[in-house]
């Protein structure tokens, strides 16, 4: 099973930023924090990936808090393009598998 | 974008017959997976290669085969497809040490 919970949708503005919250509470010390999206038809797409520290890079910001229960995936302009199902997933560090929950399909309003 | 080839994209096949579907990287990765996606239950891994020649089950191998005779192919086999194999197959690369996996476009499969 999944180790996280995400909220199953959400909706943005176009040019707003898209803040999409994942709850990890079980994670432990060993374990990363991925973000990947879904358009529709298309193969998952590698966001970002983080373990303890905020990360950025030129899709995305993660910000992972402080206990690292919980983070959010930041698409700071959001474009209609950006609709998609988003996965949060929690993978530990040498572990061959991933496991996709079901995602939050965010929808951005034109 | 990965250099990540999925071949068919599209099959149309009838119950009963064999079928093969490709996976072919050129990034020269290590690792290898092969992955379906039906409604409700999201992606589930079939099968998985760490090398030339090396492959594990993953949560749904049932009905499945892979092979992998070199580092940039990786093929996956219904020796007999059935109706409950209709899925769209989902082949990715990478995911070493933390490393991100990175996936194709995927190979619609019917199953008549």
């Known amino acids: 099973d999944a180790k996280t919970t995400q909220p199953p949708s959400m909706d943005c503005a176009e040019g707003r930023a898209a803040n999409l919250p994942c709850n990890h509470s079980t994670i432990s010390g060993n374990e990363y924090v991925y973000w990947y999206r879904q358009i529709h038809s298309q193969g998952p797409q590698y966001i970002i990936h983080?373990?303890?520290n905020n990360e950025t890079n030129e899709m995305a910001s993660l910000i992972i808090t402080e206990d690292r229960k919980s983070s959010t995936l930041i698409l700071p302009h959001a474009t209609l393009r950006d609709t998609a199902v988003y996965y949060c997933i929690v993978r530990v560090l040498g572990d061959d598998k991933i496991i996709f929950g079901k995602g939050t399909r965010l929808h951005i309003l034109p | 974008d990965a250099g990540i080839t999925q071949s068919p994209r599209h099959k149309v096949t009838e119950t009963g017959t064999p079928v093969t579907l490709r996976c072919h990287q050129t990034?020269?990765?290590?690792?290898m997976y092969w992955y379906r996606q039906d409604p409700g239950h999201g992606l589930r891994l079939i099968h998985y290669s760490y090398g030339v020649k090396d492959t594990d089950k993953g949560e749904v191998s049932d009905g499945y085969s892979v092979s992998r005779s070199k580092t940039e192919d990786f093929l996956l086999t219904l020796e007999s497809a059935t109706s409950s194999q209709t899925s769209v197959y989902f082949c990715?690369?990478?995911?070493?040490?933390?490393?991100?996996?990175?996936f194709g476009d995927g190979t619609r499969l019917s199953i008549l």
């Open positions: 990034e020269n990765h290590r690792y």
């Open positions: 983080g373990l303890k």
């Open positions: 990715a690369i990478g995911g070493y040490s933390n490393q991100p996996q990175h």
